[in-house]
């Protein structure tokens, strides 16, 4: 490792639990934002862990539900996007063998991963979203 590669490393270590903190505040926000949301359940992390929140993500009881709020925030100019596609849809795995993936097809078509950024959490305006 180059040493300037290694200070860099160094200084971006030194902001982490800033960041970190911001993170936890912005989960923190969304959680409470969608917390009388009955059409989707805010993502938490598993009891006895403890989650650097790098995605924050909402998971709606029905697809066409993530659609239309999917919508609505991108109409307002909230960049967010459905889960990722998973990974037996894609080309070239479509062939390979698989277990029954049942939750993954059921969260890929109704996740919705909202803004995660830790300035996001700075700002008066983050998590509050009219529904």
């Not at 993500?57 to 999917?70: C, I, S, T």
């Not at 990974?87 to 909202?114: F, K, N």
Request: hydrophobic share 40%.
């Amino acid at each position: 490792l180059p040493n300037i590669n290694a200070a860099l490393g160094c200084a971006q270590l030194e902001t982490l639990p800033a960041k970190l903190a911001a993170k936890a505040e912005l989960a923190r926000r969304y959680r409470a934002a969608f917390h009388d949301c009955d059409a989707a359940t805010f993502v938490s992390a598993p009891r006895g862990t403890t989650s650097n929140h790098w995605l924050n993500a909402l998971v709606f009881d029905e697809p066409d539900a993530r659609d239309r709020a999917l919508d609505h925030l991108r109409a307002r100019g909230i960049e967010c996007r459905p889960f990722w596609t998973p990974l037996h849809r894609m080309p070239m795995y479509v062939d390979c063998p698989r277990d029954d993936l049942e939750t993954t097809e059921r969260l890929a078509e109704r996740g919705l991963l909202l803004p995660s950024g830790p300035g996001l959490a700075l700002r008066d305006d983050a998590a509050s979203i009219d529904r």
